[in-house]
C-alpha cells in the first residue's frame, strides 16, 4: 500500500525566503505526483502536476521535482510572500490496477510565512 | 459551472441522525470522487463514479455510508446513523475523463464541514 509522508508538519519562515517542502512515497509505481493547497475553510488548489516521466514542473515561483527512485518530491517556492501561507498537499496516482484513479495524499505541511 | 460547488458549507448533527451532503460537479466532467479528511490525518479516497459504470465504493469505512449520483451530474453522499468519528471535512471533485489520461486533473470543491455532537 502507498504511503505519502510530508515532512515538515509546519514551517515558519520570513517574507522573501526561499524554501523547500518535502514528499516521500513508498511505491514507485506512480502514474504521476501532484502539489496542491489548501486554504483554510476553501477546497483544495492544484500548484503543480508531474508525469511519471517528467523530472520537473515550473509554474513562477514555484518548481516541483521527480525522483521516482528514490520515492521524492520537492516543492521549492522562491522569494516566499505572506499569501504563500497555507497548507501544502502532496499527492500521487498508481500506475496502474485497481484504484490508480485515486489520489493518495500525504498529510500536508503547514506553511506560515510571516510579513 | 465555474467549479465544483458543495454543500452545505457547514453542517451540525447529533450522533444517532443521518445526514446528506451534496455535490455539484463541473458541468462536462464524467468522474467523480468523494474524499474525506478528519482531523490530524491526511485525505482518504471513499467512492468514485465514472460516467454510467458501477462505482468503487471500496472507500466507504462502513455500510452506514453511501453515495449516489443522478443523472450523471449531482451527487449526494449519506452517512445514516452518525457517529462522532464521522466528523470531518468531506471533500468532492471531479475531473474530465479522456483518452489522454494525463489531463485528468481533480478539481476539488470547498468541502462540508461535519460535526457530530
Known amino acids: 500500500k502507498q504511503e505519502v509522508t510530508q515532512i515538515p508538519a509546519a514551517l515558519s519562515v520570513p517574507e522573501g525566503e526561499n524554501l523547500v517542502l518535502n514528499c516521500s512515497f513508498t511505491?514507485?509505481?506512480?502514474?504521476?505526483l501532484q502539489w496542491f493547497r489548501q486554504d483554510p475553510g476553501k477546497g483544495l488548489t492544484s500548484l503543480l502536476l508531474?508525469?511519471?516521466?517528467?523530472r520537473e514542473q515550473t509554474s513562477g515561483r514555484l518548481n516541483a521535482s521527480l525522483d521516482k527512485s528514490s520515492g521524492r518530491s520537492t516543492l521549492y517556492i522562491a522569494a516566499s510572500q505572506p499569501g504563500d501561507s497555507a497548507t501544502y498537499l502532496c499527492?500521487?496516482?498508481?500506475?496502474?490496477?485497481?484504484?490508480?484513479?485515486?489520489?493518495?495524499f500525504g498529510k500536508g505541511t503547514k506553511l506560515s510565512v510571516i510579513p | 459551472g465555474a467549479g465544483v460547488s458543495q454543500s452545505p458549507s457547514n453542517k451540525v448533527t447529533e450522533k444517532g441522525k443521518d445526514v446528506e451532503l451534496r455535490c455539484d460537479p463541473i458541468?462536462?466532467?464524467?468522474?467523480l470522487y468523494w474524499y474525506r479528511q478528519s482531523l490530524g490525518q491526511g485525505l482518504e479516497f471513499l467512492i468514485y463514479?465514472?460516467?454510467?459504470?458501477?462505482?468503487?465504493k471500496s472507500g466507504l469505512p462502513s455500510d452506514r455510508f453511501s453515495a449516489e449520483r443522478t443523472g450523471g451530474s449531482v451527487s449526494t453522499l449519506t452517512i445514516q446513523r452518525t457517529q462522532q468519528e464521522d466528523s470531518a471535512v468531506y471533500l468532492c471533485?471531479?475531473?474530465?475523463?479522456?483518452?489522454?489520461?494525463?489531463?485528468?486533473?481533480?478539481?476539488f470543491g470547498p468541502g462540508t464541514r461535519l460535526l457530530v455532537l
Open positions: 471533485a471531479s475531473s474530465r475523463k479522456s483518452g489522454r489520461s494525463s489531463q485528468e486533473t481533480q478539481y
Open positions: 511505491d514507485s509505481a506512480i502514474y504521476n
Open positions: 508531474i508525469q511519471s516521466s517528467q
Open positions: 499527492a500521487l496516482r498508481a500506475d496502474s490496477g485497481a484504484g490508480s484513479y485515486q489520489l493518495t
Open positions: 458541468s462536462g466532467h464524467t468522474a
Open positions: 463514479f465514472q460516467g454510467n459504470s458501477a462505482p468503487d
